[in-house]
């Protein structure tokens, strides 16, 4: 089975914090992404990756950044928190061939003070 | 551009009630398309899916027809548990998109 984990579950920052999520997955999956979840709105995609030292903007890229140094980590990064970014933020993984389906992981609610 | 359109929530329905959540999309390709389901407090966790015209995806007692002739892709379940509240989404993929509905929330009361 896939896993894909995240760092924190749970998360309270303060405005203007930098903020760093980290996802993790164990299969090998070429392809990652970040979204963010807000009630209804749906999922935003925010960044995505391809492949190592790959990214490509998705729908809401503004006040967010992202890492990916290694194949199996894809980091997202707030470089100064603000309310608005009050969100849960969900990682998900793919394959290359077929784009099959996405595997998410469990998600971490970010609170910005 | 391709979108996916599915019923607004929430939907609240007695144990053992038949569930169907509407779900329409507007792609230019030939997508495939899914249902994902989220429980209190985790992520979204694949659901069914199907890959072309007239597939029907099923799972857990959930199914959903992959209707070209409509672009819709109902999601389906005759008799729901209280376990089966979450919240729903439908997604597609077109080339290297995916594209999520916004989601209906589903309680189910016993």
């Known amino acids: 089975d896939v896993k894909v984990t995240q760092s924190s579950r749970y998360l309270v920052k303060r405005t203007g914090e930098k903020v760093f999520l980290e996802c993790v997955q164990d299969?090998?999956?070429?392809?990652m992404f970040w979204y963010r979840q807000d009630p209804g709105l749906g999922l935003r995609l925010i960044y995505f990756?391809?492949?190592?030292?790959?990214?490509e903007k998705g729908d809401i890229p503004e006040g967010y950044s992202v890492s990916r140094e290694k194949k199996e980590r894809f980091s997202l990064i707030l470089e100064s928190a603000s309310t608005n970014q009050t969100s849960m933020y969900l990682c998900?993984?793919?394959?290359?061939?077929?784009?099959?389906?996405?595997?998410f992981g469990p998600g971490t609610r970010l609170t910005v003070t | 551009g391709d979108s996916v359109t599915q019923m607004e929530g929430p939907v609240t329905l007695s144990e053992e009630a038949f569930l169907t959540i509407n779900c329409t999309y507007t792609?230019?390709?030939?997508?495939?398309l899914f249902w994902y389901v989220q429980y209190p407090g985790e992520g979204l966790q694949l659901l069914l899916k199907?890959?072309?015209?007239?597939d029907k995806g099923s799972n857990k007692g959930f199914e959903a027809t992959y209707r070209k002739e409509t672009t819709s892709f109902h999601l389906e379940k005759g008799s729901v548990q209280v376990s089966d509240s979450a919240v729903y989404f439908c997604?597609?993929?077109?080339?290297?998109?995916?594209?999520f509905g916004t989601g209906t929330s589903l309680t189910v009361i016993p």
């Open positions: 998900a993984t793919t394959r290359v061939e077929g784009y099959y389906e996405q595997y």
């Open positions: 299969m090998d999956h070429e392809n």
């Open positions: 990756s391809y492949d190592v030292k790959m990214k």
């Open positions: 792609a230019t390709g030939y997508p495939s």
């Open positions: 199907a890959t072309k015209a007239d």
């Open positions: 997604a597609l993929i077109t080339g290297n998109q995916f594209y």
